[in-house]
């Protein structure tokens, strides 16, 4: 079966959970004997066989950004032609996927990491465009074959946003991690040469800024954190300059009160990742937008406990008392999932952030608890296997 995967991120240029999903479905589908994927990606020529890479038409170079995504949609389905089934991840791709589906007449298959109707705020960095991508998404979503929702209550989010889709094209396939590439990897020295003391504990952040990672409240919470507690935050690609300014007062703030915060603000490459989440006490995932969550499944991977939000599929990783905490929040229901009580939920978050670093004893047999369930239930050849049985009821 040939399957053609579109996808505004692919490796080298990840810079989401997205991203990470499709790299990580790719390898464990080229590894089958039955499937010939090819990959359709935004960006610069990639020197990988099977993969294809599309920069913005010249002509759109000023043009809103949503504009310039459809552009590239518009040559990746051409592309498509010869494909059995074809299969985009995320608004970016939707419309080329749509698209080549009408082309050439063959299914095609939506996964959703997110939805544009759960992400209002991005009005702010788009303008119109969050016009059109909402359009764009819609219309993939509704003409789709299947629907592979990353979580059970991500599959609530697609029928609630998307009423016209029916609820037997609706599928749950959870996003993967590889336990081989991540799993705990001492190593003192380069944390060090990041900023952090090995030695002493810390709290682990790693996500974009943006809206819907709660990185604003997490930093209100780890004020309370006690002293000798360092707080690592692994923080860039911000949505626009009023979140960034945000935060950054907020970790000035944090920094001219207490010593031990340290904000790196580019994406690190996975081996810096792993080595501060294997010498962490605990990974923090504020989020109050969140499919299902790929940094906790990377963190637990590395025997990393999780003190994370219990919204979206979240709770369906984290087992509360057993590989984390998880935090309880009562939210909006326009959309951004903004707390109804943000005072609670920041206060209800430190709390649980200071018991797992007051009992460090507990917050590692969390973490082996983690790792022995990313490995059980998350490994990537099943996730490829129901992907596959996905296709296969298509045909």
Not at 153 to 182: C, F, K, Q
Not at 275 to 289: D, E, G, R
Request: glycine share 8%; proline share 7%; charged share 25%.
């Amino acid at each position: 079966m040939r399957v053609d995967i579109l996808s505004r991120e692919y490796p080298p240029e990840i810079y989401g959970g997205a991203g990470v999903h499709v790299a990580e479905l790719v390898r464990a589908l080229r590894a089958r004997p039955d499937v010939d994927a090819r990959v359709h990606a935004f960006g610069a020529a990639r020197d990988e066989a099977g993969t294809t890479s599309y920069a913005e038409p010249a002509e759109l170079v000023d043009a809103n950004g949503a504009l310039r995504t459809l552009g590239v949609d518009l040559a990746m389905a051409q592309a498509c032609a010869g494909a059995d089934v074809v299969h985009s991840h995320t608004w970016y791709a939707n419309m080329g996927g749509h698209l080549a589906s009408l082309l050439h007449g063959v299914p095609h298959v939506v996964t959703a990491h997110s939805l544009e109707p759960m992400r209002p705020w991005k009005a702010e960095q788009l303008g119109g465009g969050y016009a059109v991508s909402s359009w764009a998404e819609r219309t993939a979503y509704e003409a789709a074959a299947a629907v592979v929702a990353v979580s059970g209550a991500m599959r609530d989010d697609v029928l609630r946003s998307y009423p016209d889709v029916d609820p037997g094209r609706v599928h749950v396939v959870h996003n993967g991690i590889d336990t081989e590439l991540w799993s705990p990897a001492p190593d003192p020295d380069r944390v060090r040469e990041l900023g952090v003391d090995p030695d002493r504990p810390s709290v682990v952040f790693v996500g974009r800024i943006t809206r819907q990672k709660g990185l604003p409240l997490f930093l209100r919470a780890a004020a309370e954190l006690p002293s000798e507690v360092q707080l690592v935050l692994c923080a860039g690609a911000p949505d626009t300059r009023e979140i960034e300014a945000e935060v950054r007062g907020l970790v000035d703030g944090l920094a001219a009160a207490r010593d031990g915060v340290v904000w790196i603000d580019e994406m690190l490459p996975r081996r810096d990742v792993v080595a501060l989440l294997t010498q962490a006490t605990v990974f923090a995932c504020p989020s109050i937008y969140e499919p299902l969550g790929i940094v906790n499944l990377e963190a637990m991977a590395c025997e990393t406990a999780v003190v994370a939000t219990a919204t979206g599929g979240i709770p369906e990783v984290v087992v509360d008392g057993e590989t984390g905490w998880l935090v309880p929040i009562e939210q909006a229901t326009d959309g951004t999932g903004t707390p109804l009580d943000p005072e609670r939920y920041v206060a209800d978050l430190a709390a649980a952030l200071v018991e797992a670093v007051s009992d460090p004893d507990r917050a590692a047999a969390y973490g082996r608890a983690g790792r022995d369930r990313a490995r059980s239930a998350f490994g990537w050849p099943a996730i490829a296997e129901e992907t596959m049985r996905v296709y296969r009821s298509l045909r």
